[in-house]
């Protein structure tokens, strides 16, 4: 299994970004898939996530409205608009709870 996370970067409060997850060595259809991401001196905080139905998403209260979660054959988004300050931090996908990726830095700052 390998997870690998790309979009990142700096954009000013306001902006949009969108991550990408490139997944291998599972099959990613039937595969319940999340975003989750950690803040500068904080723990892990699950965002969103998407499960073999394409249409089952689920969102933290704080992105409700702003973030998109969804997928293609072999890959995982998630976009991001009307970026906040507090948004910022390292993003990862995961399968499950046992397969992570490197994670990707988010900064939202003016």
């Known amino acids: 299994v390998q997870l690998v996370e790309s979009g990142g970067g700096l954009v000013q409060p306001g902006g949009s970004l969108r991550l990408s997850c490139a997944a291998s060595?599972?099959?990613?259809?039937?595969?319940?898939m999340s975003w989750v991401r950690q803040a500068p001196g904080k723990g892990l905080e699950w965002v969103s996530s998407i499960d073999s139905n394409p249409y089952n998403t689920h969102y933290v209260d704080s992105v409700k409205g702003r973030f998109t979660i969804f997928r293609n054959e072999n890959m995982v988004y998630l976009h991001m608009k009307n970026l906040k300050v507090e948004d910022t931090g390292v993003y990862r996908c995961?399968?499950?709870?046992?397969?992570w990726g490197q994670g990707t830095q988010v900064t939202v700052s003016s």
């Open positions: 995961a399968f499950g709870a046992a397969y």
């Open positions: 060595g599972f099959t990613l259809s039937s595969a319940y």
